[in-house]
């Protein structure tokens, strides 16, 4: 008998003691699979306005946030530029030109006078013989060469006065190039806004000759605003429209509701700040919230979206910080009076925190989380808030 306790004491004093380890209860409940990812507002639709014409545009006096109204708000004003300053030698050129056209006019005019009474004489001419061919004084051949003479004098007259318009409407050009009008004396051509809605950006504010497309400002509706998030291609593709979306970290007391409207076809390069190539998707999505929610926001915020790609009830789940790998199965620790067992399990959708399990345990069963390497497959376990 003596020999029996004492081997029971043994056994007791040298057996492997308990591995402290943290539990956890399979549970039922809503399981959510979400792809997060930093965002920023937009502007849906920005205008660029520029300039229509080449020009000076005198100072823009909008600032930032200023309201517009469409077709109402000047947003910018042009003048024509300055002439080209003249130098000795142009100006010398020019006004040879000048007079040069000054005499070309007078030309004009001395042939148009000659041809006028040539063309006078003619007309008598042809009067006086008509007359005597009437009573057959002449022949009917030299009174035809008569008005045949006087037709193309008068042709040669109209010919003579389009001559002299033509020598001076270049009197005029030659006289426009000598002249020097200053651009503060013409009319200023205004430019109105697009839009009802709010200056964005104010791209060139001081007077400056600007040419033709130039960006001045910016200006945008702020009441219709969206978000922009580019996703990794690998996660972009489980989002589709319409899926919700919960804008976090925007500053606001509580999350605001969105819904995915676009996932854009083509990705883009990004260097993430790691120094690392990653391909990246615009995914677009919509605040369905009123707008008094979020007035406070504007255009190139920065946001956090979370986008429910797969949601459901009842689900049983357990804390992905439980799953271990067991080969190319994933497996749990199965707590079985007070000890390890190794339980492999059929996994289906997870996040972050929670995955749904399919097959292979129960609810309220209890299992171990943040499994360490002390614990292996048939150990005593003692949790660990206990001691």
């Known amino acids: 008998m003596v020999v029996v306790v004492l081997v029971a004491v043994l056994v007791w004093a040298f057996r492997p003691a308990a591995v402290p380890a943290d539990f956890g209860t399979v549970q039922r409940g809503?399981?959510?699979v979400t792809v997060e990812d930093e965002g920023r507002t937009r502007v849906r639709d920005r205008y660029v306005v520029s300039a229509p014409v080449p020009g000076r545009?005198?100072?823009i006096e909008l600032d930032p946030g200023?309201?517009?109204?469409a077709r109402k708000t000047i947003l910018a004003r042009f003048q024509p530029t300055d002439p080209t300053l003249l130098d000795v030698r142009t100006r010398a050129e020019l006004e040879a030109r000048v007079r040069a056209a000054e005499s070309a006019v007078g030309a004009a005019r001395a042939d148009r006078e000659r041809v006028e009474a040539e063309l006078k004489f003619a007309q008598s001419d042809l009067s006086r013989m008509r007359e005597l061919a009437a009573v057959g004084a002449i022949a009917k051949r030299e009174l035809e060469a008569a008005e045949q003479h006087a037709t193309a004098l008068a042709r040669a007259a109209e010919s003579a006065r389009f001559a002299i318009s033509t020598a001076e409407h270049q009197l005029?050009?030659?006289?426009?190039s000598l002249t020097q009008t200053r651009a503060g004396s013409a009319a200023a051509i205004p430019l109105y806004s697009p839009i009802d809605g709010v200056v964005l950006r104010v791209l060139q504010e001081s007077a400056v000759v600007v040419a033709t497309g130039q960006p001045l400002l910016e200006v945008g509706n702020l009441r219709d605003l969206e978000i922009v998030a580019d996703l990794l291609s690998t996660e972009a593709v489980s989002v589709q429209p319409g899926q919700p979306v919960s804008v976090e970290q925007w500053g606001g007391g509580s999350p605001l509701k969105g819904r995915v409207r676009l996932i854009e076809p083509s990705g883009f390069t990004k260097i993430?700040?790691?120094g690392v190539e990653e391909q990246r998707v615009n995914v677009v999505i919509d605040l369905v919230e009123p707008r008094r929610v979020w007035e406070s926001l504007g255009d190139g915020y920065r946001v956090e979206v979370r986008i429910i790609v797969w949601s459901k009830d009842d689900v049983l789940k357990v804390p992905t910080s439980s799953l271990f790998r067991q080969g190319t199965d994933w497996a749990v620790y199965k707590v079985i009076d007070g000890r390890a067992a190794v339980q492999q399990l059929e996994i289906g959708q997870r996040n972050g925190l929670e995955a749904e399990v399919l097959e292979g345990l129960a609810e309220g069963e209890q299992i171990?989380?943040?499994?360490?390497d002390a614990i292996q497959h048939g150990v005593r376990l003692v949790s660990r808030s206990a001691g």
């Open 57 to 59: 545009m005198q100072r």
């Open 368 to 372: 171990v989380v943040y499994p360490g």
């Open 172 to 176: 005029e050009l030659a006289r426009a």
């Open 272 to 274: 993430s700040a790691l």
């Open 30 to 32: 809503t399981l959510q």
């Open 66 to 69: 200023d309201p517009v109204t």
